[in-house]
């Protein structure tokens, strides 16, 4: 199992950016995503997740920071997960993890805390500046 995360860089307040995990070794529509933050100093904190699915329905969560600006989705053809990052703000600023865990058939629902999730990506740094 592989997850490698990227699109990471420098950006804009106010600006968009979007993060891509590909992801091996793992029929996705059987899997709960997740992307998680780490900022210097601080605890990894979840931002987003999406369940799996397996029955053709999934559900997303965000974290309250986030809501209404950032947008997780799935490509599973691909292979990949994706976070749409929009108005960036400086305190979105950090290293970006994606996490993956398998789920049981007919699960639609996920979770942000870090000890939900077994398999993990290298991370990709988020810089916000102007």
């Known amino acids: 199992v592989q997850l490698q995360a990227s699109g990471g860089g420098l950006v804009q307040p106010g600006r968009s950016l979007r993060l891509s995990c590909r992801i091996s070794g793992f029929t996705l529509n059987y899997n709960a995503i997740a992307w998680f933050r780490q900022a210097p100093g601080r605890e990894r904190e979840g931002v987003s997740c999406?369940?799996?699915?397996?029955?053709?329905?999934?559900?997303?969560d965000y974290a309250e920071s986030v809501k209404g600006r950032f947008v997780i989705s799935r490509d599973s053809a691909a292979n990949r997960a994706y976070l749409q990052m929009n108005t960036v703000k400086p305190e979105d600023a950090g290293i970006y993890y994606c996490?993956?865990?398998?789920?049981?058939?007919?699960?639609?629902?996920?979770?942000?805390?870090?000890?939900?999730?077994?398999?993990w990506g290298q991370g990709t740094l988020v810089t916000v500046s102007s």
């Open positions: 996490a993956t865990v398998k789920q049981e058939y007919g699960d639609t629902w996920c979770g942000l805390s870090p000890r939900e999730y077994r398999h």
């Open positions: 999406i369940s799996g699915a397996s029955t053709g329905v999934s559900s997303t």
